[in-house]
């Protein structure tokens, strides 16, 4: 390596407006490229999703690490790159990642991509980008489509603050559970679920906080049948259960009523513990089952309005 060699860092010289000026970018753009770790976003569907930087990223590292390799590959054939592969995924992501921190220590440049999207973003590269760092490499996000924040922006609800939890527990119990812990207060949650599940998943949420509780499902993005749905849970849960298939990638997104909201104007409403015996004597049903239907109404999850009931009865 010569000494005097000048290598694309991390460093920009900013110009007008926060962009690099024009002729420096261009020296920029044809000078090698440093030695580190490149988490590099591909596109989720629509290949012009690629950026300039990815596609000069590709073609000048060592070599790419990949979710799956025969994927990607139909990627790079399709914009003639011809960089050497090698899988990494989660089934060898720990002894693939001190493979590739051996090869960084050296001086190498390495790109991680997953089949689609952001490497790290409920999918591998994380654990290798942690492994580099340690290491005292240097690693370089290069950003590009991500499923979680396009759905996101696109949805109408709010963006100023923003949980995203990847994908709910596929097991029922498991998936109610994660629901009732979100915190109510006013972020929006982001999951990804897949089309299997997302009839029962929207059922779930239905249970948790109340049909009328809105949500918003993006399904196939960027791609030709691109779609979302917006609406109440319950809404949307009868229209895909009508359907006689549900295909795609599919990203649900709600906000939950703050505790407060969720009282606010209720001033002349008895109280969790005065509904719940109401519904007992007058239903006949059970003190838990009561206890769910006033949840609903109100627009609580469960557990809270358990731990609500409680403090009630502590009270009297």
Excluded at 66 to 90: A, W
Excluded at 126 to 155: D, F, K
């Amino acid at each position: 390596m010569d000494a005097g060699t000048e290598f694309e860092g991390a460093e920009e010289v900013q110009g007008v407006e926060g962009f690099e000026h024009e002729e420096l970018d261009t020296r920029r753009m044809n000078r090698p490229l440093a030695p580190g770790l490149y988490l590099v976003a591909t596109p989720i569907g629509n290949l012009e999703d690629i950026t300039l930087r990815a596609l000069r990223v590709l073609r000048s590292v060592d070599r790419i690490a990949c979710e799956d390799t025969r994927q990607t590959q139909k990627l790079l054939n399709h914009f003639e790159i011809k960089t050497p592969t090698v899988s990494y995924h989660m089934h060898n992501e720990g002894s693939r990642a001190e493979e590739l921190v051996a090869e960084l220590r050296q001086g190498a440049r390495i790109a991680v991509v997953s089949d689609a999207g952001t490497p790290g973003i409920a999918d591998p590269g994380g654990q290798v980008a942690a492994a580099a760092i340690r290491a005292g490499v240097a690693v370089y996000p290069v950003p590009g489509a991500n499923a979680a924040v396009s759905a996101l922006i696109a949805s109408g609800l709010g963006t100023e603050r923003f949980t995203f939890h990847g994908f709910l527990p596929a097991k029922a119990g498991a998936r109610r559970s994660a629901l009732e812990g979100l915190e109510r207060d006013g972020a929006t949650h982001v999951f990804y679920e897949a089309p299997h599940r997302i009839v029962d998943t929207l059922a779930d949420v239905e249970t948790v906080f109340g049909g009328a509780q809105p949500v918003v499902v993006a399904r196939e993005l960027t791609k030709l049948h691109e779609e979302f749905l917006r609406g109440s849970v319950g809404e949307l849960r009868g229209v895909l259960a009508g359907r006689a298939s549900v295909r795609g990638e599919m990203v649900l997104l709600l906000a939950p009523a703050t505790s407060a909201e969720a009282a606010g104007g209720t001033e002349s409403r008895p109280g969790i513990a005065a509904a719940v015996a109401e519904l007992v004597k007058t239903a006949g049903i059970s003190e838990m089952d009561a206890l769910k239907r006033v949840a609903r109404e109100r627009g609580l999850g469960k557990s809270e309005a358990y731990r609500e009931l409680q403090r009630e009865q502590r009270r009297r």
